[in-house]
Every structure is written in structure tokens, then in C-alpha cells.
């Protein structure tokens, strides 16, 4: 199992934050792990999780800000597959100040 963590730093006015998973990222994820801090708002988010080719793969909306989030793919129902360079959003509903969430991902 590999473990990737990837954080998400929000500055007062971003809504949407993109990053590319690790050239580990490589399998399924089991389990994906949300934390969100506290913030100014109280927006909920959507993380969003795309293929090398754009397409989208999995997402999960209302997740809410000041706790942690746990996803478990077989819950969801559905494969969760994760590729080394594919993007990942956090899209918050409004702006949540100046925090860093971050997204935990455990690989099979």
C-alpha cells in the first residue's frame, strides 16, 4: 500500500485549487482521507479526481470544512482509480480564507 498526501493551500480569494498526484500514484485508492481546517466562511467542497486524459474518474461533493472527511471506495460503490500526473481539484462553494486543507490517499 502506498500512502500520498497532498495539500491544497487556499489563499482569502480561491476557490478551486488544482495539483497532480505524484508519479507513485499509481492503483486504486481504498480509502481517501479530507481534512479540512476551520474557515472563514463555512463552505463545503468537492473533491474531484481526473484522469491523464482530462476525463473525470470520481467525485465527491458536501464535503464539510472544520473536520475530517473519510471516503471509502467500496462504500461509494465504485473503483477508484488513481494515475501518476492526473489532476485532483478541491472546489470550495465560497472562499474559505487563508487554510490548507489536505487530501490523504491510501493506493492498492
Do not use: W
Amino acid at each position: 500500500m502506498r500512502v500520498i498526501r497532498v495539500e491544497f493551500p487556499f489563499s482569502s480569494t480561491d476557490l478551486v485549487i488544482t495539483k497532480k498526484l505524484p508519479p507513485i500514484a499509481n492503483g486504486f485508492a481504498l480509502v481517501i482521507k479530507v481534512d479540512i481546517p476551520q474557515c472563514a466562511d463555512s463552505p463545503t467542497a468537492t473533491l474531484s479526481i481526473y484522469d491523464f486524459d482530462g476525463d473525470l474518474v470520481f467525485s465527491k461533493g458536501s464535503i464539510a470544512e472544520n473536520a475530517v472527511t473519510i471516503i471509502h471506495a467500496i462504500a461509494e460503490s465504485k473503483d477508484i482509480p488513481m494515475m501518476p500526473e492526473a489532476n485532483v481539484n478541491l472546489t470550495f462553494t465560497g472562499a474559505p480564507g487563508a487554510v490548507t486543507p489536505n487530501v490523504t490517499f491510501y493506493i492498492a
